[in-house]
Every structure is written in C-alpha cells, then in structure tokens.
C-alpha cells in the first residue's frame, strides 16, 4: 500500500507532493515589517526537509494589523523581500504560500504609536487588557480591500497560494463571535450578517488573485469560549465560506484568551482533530487538521481513517525539520519530537523575542552556518552526564568532528527529564529524553553507562576538553523533622521509588512541587480507557464520570513560601497547571512559611496564624542545587572545561539544551 502522507494533493490547481503542511507561525524575526535573513534561512531548511506546503506568516495588511515583527504585506515595498522569500522555498523542493491576518483587538497600542487597536464593537480584550474602537462602515469596506491588494502582492512575489486567517480570536473571528460582534448594522446580529465580513473578505481576494489561484483559509473548528462559537455555526460557516470560492480549509482550534488548553504537552497528540472531520463531511475541498500532530504514524491514522486531506506540522517542524524526510526515508526512529512545552515558539513571543525550540537548539538561528563547520582541529572530549545538557553537548560537539565519549554515572541516559515527563499529561518528555538518546547512538559518540568520573578516570582518558553536565542535586532544607521516615524527597515519588500516604502534604510551590501535587492527585482517578468504556456503556451519568476522572483517592495540599505557584513555569504552560490543581482537588497555600514538621503532619505559620495540616507523608520540593563535584579535580589536572546545565545553575530544560548545544560547539 502507498504511503498516504507521501500522496501527492490537488489545492485548485497547485499540486503539492505529499500532505504535510506547515501552518504560519509568528516568528518575532522580521524588522520593521521587511523579510530578514533568518527568516529565509528557517523556512529554507523546512523546504530542504521536505515539507509539502509551507505557510509563513501572519503577514500585515494594513498598519493597524500587526506589529513590527509581522512579515509585512502591506504595502509594495515588502515585495523584493517576499520574492526572496518564495524563491527559496520554491528552490528547495516545497509549495508556499502566505497568511494574510489582521489582529483586530488583539493588538496593543504599545504597537501602534498610542493608536486604538481596532475591532467590530468597542469589547475589551481580556488578553491585552484594553478596549478597542469599533470599525466605522467606511473602515471595514478598506480593511476588506486592503486585505485584496496584500493578496495580489502575494501572488506577484511568487507565492503558491494564499491563506488568510479566520480564527484564533483576530478581526474576523471577532466578527463572526457574538461576543465581540454587538453590531446593530449588517455586520452584526444574526449567524449571516456576523459571517458577512470574512465572506466579503474572501470574495475580495478571489477578485484581485483570479479563479485559478489557491485561496486557502484557516479557522476555528471550536472557539472554545463561553458563550462563543461552537461547531455548528461554523461547520455553516465552513460551508459559506467554500461558496465563496474557498479552495481548502485549515481547521485550528481556541482563541488565545480561551481557557482550555490549545497546545501544550497536557493536550492529546491530535485530540481536535474530530473537528476537521466534522467540516471535512460537510464540504467537499480539502481539510487540514492542526493542533498535536507530532508523529508520522499519528499523520497516516488521521489521513486513513478520513479525518482530513493534509495533517499541519507546525511546531513539529520547528523541532525537527527533516522529519518529513526521515519519515519518507523510514528512518522514523531518528524524529526528535515536540513536546508542546511551548517555551520558545510561544513564550519567547511574549518576551519580543524570536523563536527558538528546546528540543532543536539550531530552530531560530539557522543562519549561523559558519560556526557549523567541522573542526580545523578535532580533539578528545569527554562530556560528563547524560541528561539534556550532556546529550545535547555530545551531540553538537560530535557534529563538528572531535572525538566525544559520554560518561554518564546511571544506567541509562535522560537525566532529569525522566522528572518532567514523570506528572500526568507531560510523558512527552520522556519522549524528549529517548529522542536525544537516540541523536547519541546515531552519532560516533563513546557512550559509557554506569561510569562515574573520578580522577583517575580524567587521567586515564587523558582528554583535551571536558564538558561537566552532572546536574543538581534536591534540596533538604534545615526544617525541624525533615529527617523523619514520613518525609520524602519529590524526585523519589516522581520515579516511583517510594510510595505515599493517603494525606499528602507537598513542601514547596515551584515547578517540581507543581508537578509532583499534580502527579499524587491524579492517582486513584479514572483512566481515559475507563472513562471511555463506563461513557460508552452508560455505566455512569456525564457528571458523575467528570467526578470521577478528577478525584483520586489522596488528599493532596501544597505549600509555598512566596506568594506565587509555579513561577518558574513557561506561561503558556503556567496557567494550565495551577487549573489543574484546581479542577484536581489540590488544597493550595501560598505565602506560608513551614515551621515544623511531626509524625503526624506539618505545622505552618501564615497571615500571622499557626495551621496544622496532617499528613501521612510530607513531600520536600524545595528545590534543587547544583552538583559539580568534578570541577576542583578538572582545575587541578589543567585541562580546559565549560560547565552546562544544572550543574552551573539550576535552570529550565531549555536552558539545559541550549547551553549544551553552545558548550559542544564552542570546542
């Protein structure tokens, strides 16, 4: 049987190679709206890598839509950049197009030179915090012909197709959404007029591109809001919109204000899929499906069992940009996977900078081929631990030639990335851990198990470079009874090296105390398995299920010091945690300071007030320190070193990878 992701598809008159689409994602690159270098160089290696159709963008179409950062579309200066941009993903084997979007309400004046942002009625946006002004009639009829002429400087800089944007909570999602459309006029009111601006958008576009040119639109299968817009109004907008001459349809999922998680790792790989499925059964053009489609074999089961025509590999494709080509090549084995931690493809956007990867350290800066070269002189390194930092030094130290062997103490390589992964809904990180350990044994890299590093060691491998990643170590903190038998250390329960009591009280509110809270409540709660086989058969009401899918069997209290859960959480990782504590019944307390703890529970002060909180077990989450036991001996021997990771502060996995990745090529 033919491989379905490698079938060529038919969008009007383009013909794409395979059903791999890689949907815009911002990339915070541009200056001052011009195409730049390093975007280039990013959506050339994603070409190379053998993706179908590429989308970049969101681009501009007028001065109120976007920012800075945008790749602009909105004026004919941008063109010579455009051009460039098409011609090299064109050079490389892949279809592009662009995605025309206007932010409506979703901008910031901060971007605007103190100007309003711009909306269908004056409705504050809770994600920015400011209250829009609400388009004149004369303003929406040049908004709909501004977003025609970005089209035709589309097509004329070489692009494939256009996209443009109908979801995700920017202008015309605004229109189409009764909560932020309370027009009286014929752009508001009733399902046809609030669909009336997209619709005359995209009628605009099919004006100024021609009949035979590719005109693409992502939108909302769900928006996920309350009180918004499900997917029955906009399976008939689906519909509407292909009447407009809508050639296929990118089904995404949520606006960004919206509660329920979208895109991190807690979400099952293609969970909102049924969504494309849904409008693909109502319309009868192509159907993209989004949102955590990570994996090849997840791609072909959604193609096959007919939940759409192409699969979108967005963040994927940050992560690993060859694999479409490692999965056409069958070396599948070889994909580093994302795993939606969402740290520098979305958090980084919020900080204004441009997008990086924690699985691929390269993502964002492909252009720094020159530093990529081999080595004029390769050297012995030895690398000391096998966790993110360690790998991710092995690894880029080996790509520029020298002779790298991996020491790592334990019998198997991933370090704390086995802790992260360990929680309910973060498993994608023990899949991070076997990538990197694959990326090793791909490489003529000397990996030693089970060997602890001494001096003699040094000695006898007589290296010319030493990169120390031996990690942290957890912290115990100097608390009255913290060396009680009841008192354990979080990174045992995490790896199932011990076993807790049914009242369990975790000490400390960062991110493995998170984590650790999450992963204890979760324990006695249904399975998805069960869930579904008691939902199928009517066993039980919806409700009782619900109670029963997020209430396990302990009682879990967490306490924290400062006055804030989760700090050093990535924000768009954050607020989905601490709801889950929430919705999983987890007693939390902050700004509470640990006094004591006894046989029987933990005394605490807070607000002034002494509180009891009993418990079989008390969970230390503190925190961890870094562990570099090795750097006096390496000192003495004289033989130059950088030290990585946790063993040089306590830092996030991403820190972890970057720093490895940068120590490697340094040497």
Request: aromatic content about 6%; proline content about 5%.
């Amino acid at each position: 049987m033919k491989d379905p992701l490698f079938q060529p598809i038919v969008i009007n008159r383009m013909e794409v190679s395979n059903r791999i689409y890689m949907p815009a994602i911002h990339l915070g690159m541009a200056k001052d709206f011009e195409v730049t270098d390093p975007i280039v160089e990013f959506y050339a290696e994603r070409a190379r890598g053998g993706a179908g159709l590429i989308t970049v963008g969101y681009a501009t179409v007028d001065e109120l839509s976007g920012n800075m950062q945008n790749i602009g579309a909105h004026d004919d200066r941008f063109l010579p950049g455009l051009g460039r941009l098409s011609a090299a993903i064109r050079e490389h084997g892949a279809r592009s197009a662009v995605q025309l979007n206007h932010a409506g309400r979703y901008n910031l004046s901060f971007f605007l030179d103190g100007k309003s942002p711009v909306a269908p009625s004056a409705v504050p946006s809770r994600m920015t915090g400011e209250t829009p002004r609400a388009l004149t009639l004369q303003e929406i009829k040049d908004t709909v012909a501004a977003f025609a002429r970005a089209a035709g400087r589309v097509k004329k800089a070489g692009f494939d197709a256009v996209e443009v944007l109908s979801g995700t909570g920017y202008l015309i999602s605004e229109f189409l959404s009764p909560l932020t459309n309370q027009r009286t006029d014929d752009y508001g009111g009733s399902l046809e007029q609030r669909m009336r601006f997209g619709l005359e958008v995209m009628a605009a576009v099919r004006d100024e591109v021609g009949r035979d040119y590719p005109l693409i639109v992502r939108m909302n299968g769900n928006d996920l809001m309350q009180g918004g817009q499900g997917r029955g109004e906009l399976v008939e907008y689906a519909k509407a919109l292909t009447g407009q001459g809508v050639d296929a349809l990118c089904i995404n999922v949520g606006w960004h204000e919206a509660r329920i998680p979208q895109i991190v790792t807690s979400v099952p790989r293609g969970v909102y899929a049924y969504l494309a499925r849904g409008i693909k059964e109502a319309v009868s053009v192509p159907v993209i499906a989004s949102h955590r489609i990570n994996d090849p074999d997840l791609a072909r089961a959604l193609l096959t069992q007919h939940a759409c025509d192409m699969v979108a590999m967005a963040r994927s494709l940050i992560a690993d940009p060859e694999l479409p080509r490692k999965a056409q090549e069958h070396r599948e084995y070889e994909i580093v996977h994302c795993v939606a931690c969402a740290q520098g493809c979305f958090d980084n956007l919020f900080k204004l900078q441009h997008i990086e990867c924690l699985c691929n350290p390269r993502a964002g800066h492909e252009q720094e081929k020159a530093k990529d070269l081999l080595s004029a002189q390769p050297k012995k390194v030895l690398v000391v631990g096998g966790g993110a930092a360690g790998m991710s030094a092995a690894i880029a130290a080996a790509d520029r030639g020298h002779a790298v062997t991996l020491c790592e103490k334990s019998d198997r390589l991933g370090g704390q990335l086995f802790l992260a992964g360990a929680p309910p809904g973060r498993e994608e990180f023990v899949e991070l851990a076997l990538d990197l350990a694959t990326q090793v044994r791909q490489r003529p890299i000397h990996l030693e198990l089970g060997q602890e590093v001494t001096e003699q060691t040094l000695t006898r491998k007589a290296p010319d470079a030493v990169i120390l990643a031996t990690g942290a170590l957890p912290i115990r903190p100097k608390i009255p009874g913290a060396e009680l038998a009841c008192v354990l250390q979080s990174w045992d329960v995490l790896l199932h090296k011990t076993l807790t009591g049914k009242r369990v009280v975790v000490v400390g509110g960062g991110a493995v105390g998170v984590e650790c809270a999450l992963f204890l409540a979760e324990q006695g709660t249904l399975s998805g398995e069960a869930l579904k086989f008691l939902l199928v058969h009517r066993v039980e009401d919806p409700e009782t299920l619900y109670q029963l899918a997020t209430r396990g069997s302990k009682q879990v209290t967490l306490v924290e010091m400062i006055d804030k859960l989760g700090k050093d959480l990535g924000k768009s990782t954050r607020w989905v945690m601490l709801q889950d504590l929430t919705r999983l019944g987890v007693t939390t307390h902050t700004a509470t300071q640990v006094m004591a703890i006894t046989e029987s529970g933990v005394r605490v002060e807070k607000d002034g007030a002494e509180l009891f909180f009993p418990a079989d077990s008390v969970i230390l989450a503190i925190g961890s320190a870094p562990h570099n036991p090795l750097q006096p001996t390496v000192q003495k021997l004289g033989i130059p070193f950088q030290t990585v990771g946790d063993a040089q502060g306590v830092g996030l996995a991403f820190e972890a990878v970057h720093q490895g990745y940068a120590a490697g090529r340094a040497v």
